[in-house]
């Protein structure tokens, strides 16, 4: 089944409910630094972790850390609390997406904005989650990211998109805000989903988007 319109409108589930954000206790400190940063990522990588960003700073990649990922892949469950920081490509750098998810990984996104991030003819231009991989987006915003599938995040694991918002993201084959492969689960709740041309669509309950896809669907 695939879905066309560029933006999708879905009907939520009866009795859905979302569980609380799980963050550790203890949250490290990571000066505003894109290097501060991917070190602070190297040393929760294993364990897993929490790492509190400076307040307002752009962390900002001048070039990417491994393959096409600007950051380490995230291999552990690690939580990020942006307090309104932005971790971007920049404007110059090669392209790059921000962050990949690999099978057992788990990352979240608490009110942090991901912009800029860029793969030519790949998947997923700000987040690319492996099978068995897993995204929430608690408070953030994914904008101004482009990709062949999934401007913005590209799944075949599970995301969960709470109060957040995709907007303003682009894709050369189909969805340009969410893309998802044959095993992805994908929950929006409370959450703006639009590409750059196509109006806003608050998504005011929760969605279980696993019973609106087969296969390659998209957002």
Not at 80 to 94: F, K, L, M, Q
Not at 151 to 172: E, L
Request: proline share 3%.
């Amino acid at each position: 089944m695939r879905f066309t319109s560029k933006v999708c409108t879905v009907v939520a589930l009866a009795g859905a409910a979302l569980g609380p954000v799980a963050t550790p206790a203890v949250a490290a400190p990571v000066t505003c630094s894109a290097a501060a940063l991917k070190r602070a990522i190297e040393r929760v990588n294993t364990v897993g972790g929490t790492l509190d960003l400076q307040a307002g700073c752009v962390y900002r990649l001048a070039q990417a850390d491994n393959g096409a990922n600007g950051l380490p892949v995230i291999r552990a469950d690690v939580t990020v609390n942006g307090n309104g920081a932005t971790i971007e490509r920049a404007a110059y750098a090669s392209a790059f997406r921000i962050f990949q998810v690999k099978r057992g990984g788990k990352l979240t996104l608490n009110r942090v904005t991901l912009r800029n991030g860029r793969v030519d003819g790949a998947n997923g231009g700000a987040v690319l989650v492996d099978p068995g991989g897993a995204l929430t987006l608690q408070d953030s915003v994914i904008t101004g990211s482009s990709a062949a599938k999934g401007g913005a995040v590209y799944t075949q694991g599970s995301i969960s998109v709470r109060n957040s918002q995709i907007v303003g993201n682009t894709a050369t084959e189909v969805g340009n805000s969410i893309g998802t492969g044959s095993s992805a689960a994908v929950i929006v709740s409370n959450s703006t989903v639009a590409d750059q041309e196509g109006p806003s669509v608050n998504l005011g309950n929760t969605v279980e988007m696993g019973d609106l896809f087969d296969g390659d669907g998209f957002l």
